[in-house]
């Protein structure tokens, strides 16, 4: 909640620093969808409009976005490096050859990934993608999807252990996407500054090489993305359906109510806005889920005193995931995304 704050802080900032507000024209810019005018009230869309035009605005939530979102990796490859022996030990543990080579790897791939996608260059962003989507899958499967797998006696406590797996596999599929996400946004954008991996030639003759090969690969970048949102969102369109279902079969009392409301609201119609290709619907779709993870960060672990640690991580991800999305997007209002 301090990163939340503190990145609020400096959006504020950049919002006041924004030469575009102190000179709004009401009658000039309207917002459009891909396809045309949206129907809002003229007097907001001149504003509205100079913060979707606020480039600054737009690199700073990218890079909070991402920040957020590598912080659990980062946490997590601070803690196993700790407790190295603990983590080779896991390695025995899901019975792989060479578990401290593997252990090494993995923190590898977590400490490369996040920094990678720190610097902001586009292309080691999508290596630091690469690193981290590497990861997910391997720690997903030994990590939750083959304890999930195991048959259970029945009693309470491992049931609810495997619905706590089956949470952390639905959320894993959805970071993963995000590094899907990542990937799309950023292999067409590498080049753009004249230099094969925007590098600014660094690479000289290798770097000449890799850029036509990503001249191959550009093209399929949308679907990359494509693929990357669905994933993404799955978790958030199962959740609001299940709050939908529990909402509809019991009665709720007090706040339990309109927060069960707000959260399939928000759940629900974010996830399906975030799969429109619009800039700007997309943009509200993010606005949506952040107060739908603002929401689940409340009740479930703030109210209940439930400080699981990684499940909070996790969602602080999916959060900076958000805000990575809109760091995106509102550069490209009034064009289509897909």
Known sequence: FASVAWAGVHVGAALLANPHFAKLNVAEHPIRLAAGPVGVIDLSSAWLTGFYESCSLAALLRWTGTFLFVMLFLVSCVMHGKEFKGFTAMMKKFELCCPKCMAVGCLFFLLAGSILLLTGVPVFREWGAECLGTFLPFSTYFG????WLKKIDGSQKQ????????????INISLFGVCLMIIGYDVPAIGNDTSPLGLHGALGPVGNVIGKIYDVVRPGATYIKIAGFVMFVLVFFLKGFALFVGHSSQQSSGCAKPASVAGFTCALFGSVLMLTGSAILMAWGCALLIVFLLGALYFAHLKRKDMHVSMILKKFA????????????LPA?????W
Request: glycine share 10%; hydrophobic share 45%.
């Open 144 to 147: 939750h999807i083959k304890p």
């Open 159 to 170: 049931v609810d252990e495997q619905q706590k797996h089956a949470l952390h596999i639905m």
């Open 318 to 329: 999916m959060l900076g995931a958000c805000l990575m999305v809109l760091g995106y997007e």
């Open 333 to 337: 209002i009034g064009q289509a995304s």
